[in-house]
């Protein structure tokens, strides 16, 4: 059965820390990863990963695959109130296109 | 580009009655679309994804009598709760991927609560 794991399943951190959020997986279909951001609505997009040792950067925030290892993480530098999120790992399975997602790991960071 | 509305945004029924989500690809064709759901404080949950012109293919548990699915063109699916219960209360997410896209789009999703 295909499975996507997530660590920590929440978080509280003070502004200015740095996060490291963990996800694991096994599928059999393995096509990419992908990092979602959701506050009280849809999933909004953050990276998109295909090839191990490529590191995405966007901002403070930046994402690595390990396919070997078959996991990612997602980090957050120089934390603010406003990365206060549910953050999503997606493995999207070759051929049906579908994405099984994690369980999530819920972020707070405190002023 | 690649944006996907849901409509409506919130609704609230009677248990019994039937509730019709609208997903549409507002600025591209979408071959594909998937339906979620997401209960408070869990993950999304693939319900079903649908072809345009093609029945809906849907996943382990979910019944498809209950939660009709149509893909008539390649920028509408609707989704519709065939008499509701409280316990479909949930929010619903639809997102759609297009020829040659690399990743689906999410719409803004629909919170549903059933009395």
């Known amino acids: 059965e295909d499975k996507v794991v997530q660590s920590p399943l929440s978080l509280v951190v003070h502004e200015g820390d740095t996060v490291t959020l963990n996800c694991s997986y096994e599928?059999?279909?393995?096509?990419?990863l992908l990092w979602y951001k959701q506050e009280k609505k849809a999933p909004t997009f953050l990276f998109m990963l295909?090839?191990?040792?490529i590191e995405k950067k966007s901002g403070r925030l930046s994402s690595i695959l390990d396919k070997k290892e078959l996991f990612s993480i997602l980090n957050i530098t120089a934390t603010q109130t406003g990365d206060s999120a549910v953050y999503l790992c997606?493995?999207?399975?070759?051929?049906?296109?579908?994405?099984?997602f994690g369980t999530g790991t819920r972020l707070k960071v405190l002023a | 580009g690649a944006v996907v509305s849901q409509h409506p945004s919130r609704v609230i029924c009677k248990s019994g009655t039937s509730v019709k989500i609208e997903c549409r690809s507002l600025?591209?064709?979408?071959?594909?679309m998937f339906w979620y759901r997401q209960f408070p404080k869990k993950s999304l949950m693939l319900m079903a994804t649908?072809?345009?012109?093609?029945?809906?293919?849907?996943e382990q548990g979910v019944e498809k009598d209950k939660f009709l699915i149509n893909h008539a063109s390649l920028t509408l699916s609707t989704l519709t709760v065939t008499s509701a219960h409280p316990e479909d209360s949930s929010f619903y997410i639809c997102?759609?991927?297009?020829?040659?896209?690399?990743?689906?789009?999410f719409g803004p999703g629909t919170r549903l609560l059933v009395l």
């Open positions: 997102s759609a991927r297009g020829e040659g896209r690399e990743t689906q789009y």
């Open positions: 599928v059999t279909n393995f096509r990419s």
């Open positions: 295909t090839s191990s040792g």
């Open positions: 997606a493995v999207d399975l070759s051929g049906t296109y579908k994405y099984i």
């Open positions: 600025d591209f064709q979408a071959t594909t």
């Open positions: 649908s072809n345009e012109g093609s029945k809906a293919t849907y």
